[in-house]
């Protein structure tokens, strides 16, 4: 790879936020602290769903696997940030450079098509309840999983190849913390409009695809709601779609204004911060989202702390 070949001898510098040193201190303890939320939140989320027989449902297959995501996904970046933000070394090798690449856009881009997966399964729970276990049956659900991940690898493999074999000139400072797609292609010394481009065209499909299937599914969602006209049915679609709407207006909310107009002044400015959000911020809510705005999961925690304590006894 050309970006290998051209840095075996030195390394990456990640900026970051090394201008502003006092903002590094404060940043290193909020996503040690998020780091550590996070790890332990989704780590109990996929031990529940798996552990518990009443779990396991497409709803909480498709929540494991989201939960899986962001533990990988925050793993790929946080202990680098922790470091470049703790100490005056701000590197990363072209090898660590390109696996962050690789993985966190294979994961990001996973999530992007999972969120529009799990809310095609919130759309069968409410609009065709009595035909929900025929709808997303085993088959289905592992198929529909299968074409996330695939979508992410796919992705990653094709955009992380074409943005690692640009020419750079020497050029190895990365003026954000972590290596991706919009950063790194503006290190290239050559024009990069069929980059950008491209990076526009892969956007549109796995981020506003995925956001127009949520958006229709919803709306069939509310239809079938209001048809009822019961505060009960309501309340019960809330309680069945709220988390996993909330959990899709913070990750689409803050990726997309980075991937889709990554050369507007408030990308561009803000870019940093918004990406702090996405890959860091949302992975550590996912879990308190869906625990405490949900009675299943609240349920078998309970259930799993009394059946250790009987097991201590």
């Known amino acids: 790879m050309k970006m290998l070949n051209e840095s075996l001898g030195g390394y990456f510098i990640l900026v970051g936020f ?53 533990l990988c996904f925050t793993t790929s970046i946080a202990p680098q940030l922790l470091w470049n933000l703790h100490g005056p070394a701000k590197t990363i090798t072209p090898v660590g450079c390109a696996i962050q690449l690789y ?43 299968g074409i996330a991940w695939l979508s992410g690898v796919g992705n990653t493999l094709i955009q992380g190849t074409i943005t690692l074999r640009l020419p750079r000139c020497g050029n190895h400072k990365i003026y954000h913390f972590i290596c991706e797609v919009p950063a790194m292609i ?42 009822i006209r019961s505060a009960q049915a309501w309340r019960k679609a809330l309680g069945t779609c709220g988390s996993h709407l909330l959990v899709v207006s913070l990750f689409y909310g803050t990726i997309t204004a980075v991937y889709i107009q990554p050369n507007s002044s408030y990308a561009h400015s803000q870019g940093k911060f918004i990406t702090l959000l996405y890959t860091v911020v949302t992975p550590t809510l996912n879990p ?24 201590g006894e």
């Open 18 to 70: 090394s201008d502003q040193p006092q903002l590094e201190k404060i940043l290193f303890v909020l996503v040690l602290i998020s780091y550590l939320l996070t790890l332990a939140g989704n780590t109990a989320i996929i031990l529940v769903s798996c552990l518990d027989s009443m779990l396991h449902t497409p709803m909480y297959y498709f929540l494991t696997n989201l939960s899986f995501v962001d």
């Open 103 to 145: 993985v966190s856009l294979a994961l990001g881009s996973t999530e992007c098509v999972l969120l529009a997966v799990m809310a095609f399964d919130r759309y069968a729970a409410v609009c065709r309840p009595l035909h929900y276990a025929t709808v997303m049956h085993p088959r289905l659900c592992q198929s529909l999983a």
């Open 186 to 227: 503006k290190l290239a010394c050559v024009d990069i409009h069929a980059n950008e481009v491209q990076l526009f065209m892969a956007s549109l499909v796995l981020l506003l695809l995925p956001v127009a299937l949520i958006l229709v599914s919803y709306g069939y969602i509310v239809q079938a709601v209001m048809r």
């Open 288 to 311: 308190l989202i869906y625990t405490l705005r949900n009675k299943d999961v609240k349920g078998a925690l309970k259930r799993l702390m009394r059946r250790d304590k009987s097991t």
